[in-house]
């Protein structure tokens, strides 16, 4: 490759994030669909926010004081029916091997945040009756971090 096709190559690249750059300040919504809107940041904006969950986008993060620590990860939330609730909620206990009373299910690595509802270890192409399934190495990571009182939020 010549350095006259190497510098129109890098150029452009500069011009196609700077357009994607104003369009997210200027509130275009560029990034509205596909790998891209996987790739954006999290809804949550308060500081005191420690996991934040996009239902729309199948995705959640760890956070501390207004920034990302962990994710984005996939998900899996709630089907027809069993929705995730939306709202802001504080984990109200963890068990590390519970197993569901109601549906009589392994659910390893269990974050509860509202009544039933909790991040666990689950398939990710299963959608639940309203927790947030996690891969196994993302619901140990939820686990070890989020404690009694830490703040959830869950965006639609």
């Given at each position: 490759?010549?350095?006259?096709?190497?510098?129109?190559?890098?150029?452009?690249?500069?011009?196609?994030?700077?357009?994607?750059?104003?369009?997210?300040?200027?509130?275009?919504?560029?990034?509205?669909?596909?790998?891209?809107?996987?790739a954006a940041?999290?809804?949550?904006?308060?500081?005191?926010?420690?996991?934040?969950?996009?239902?729309?986008?199948?995705?959640?993060?760890?956070?501390?004081?207004?920034?990302?620590?962990?994710?984005?990860?996939?998900?899996?939330?709630?089907?027809?029916?069993?929705?995730?609730?939306?709202?802001?909620?504080?984990?109200?206990?963890?068990?590390?091997?519970?197993?569901?009373?109601?549906?009589?299910?392994?659910?390893?690595?269990?974050?509860?945040?509202?009544?039933?509802?909790?991040?666990?270890?689950?398939?990710?192409?299963?959608?639940?009756?309203?927790?947030?399934?996690?891969?196994?190495?993302?619901?140990?990571?939820?686990?070890k971090t989020?404690?009694?009182?830490?703040?959830?939020?869950?965006?639609?």
């Open positions: 490759m010549t350095n006259i096709a190497r510098t129109g190559r890098l150029a452009l690249r500069a011009i196609t994030t700077l357009a994607l750059g104003l369009g997210l300040v200027l509130g275009l919504g560029v990034l509205t669909s596909g790998p891209a809107r996987a940041g999290p809804p949550c904006t308060s500081k005191k926010v420690r996991a934040c969950v996009d239902i729309s986008r199948q995705r959640a993060w760890l956070m501390y004081r207004g920034k990302v620590t962990y994710g984005p990860v996939r998900i899996a939330s709630g089907r027809a029916g069993y929705r995730t609730t939306i709202g802001t909620f504080h984990v109200t206990w963890k068990d590390i091997d519970h197993v569901s009373s109601v549906y009589h299910s392994p659910m390893p690595y269990s974050v509860f945040f509202h009544g039933g509802q909790a991040f666990h270890q689950g398939s990710l192409s299963v959608r639940s009756h309203g927790c947030v399934h996690l891969s196994h190495k993302a619901a140990v990571r939820f686990y989020l404690h009694v009182g830490y703040v959830v939020q869950i965006h639609r």
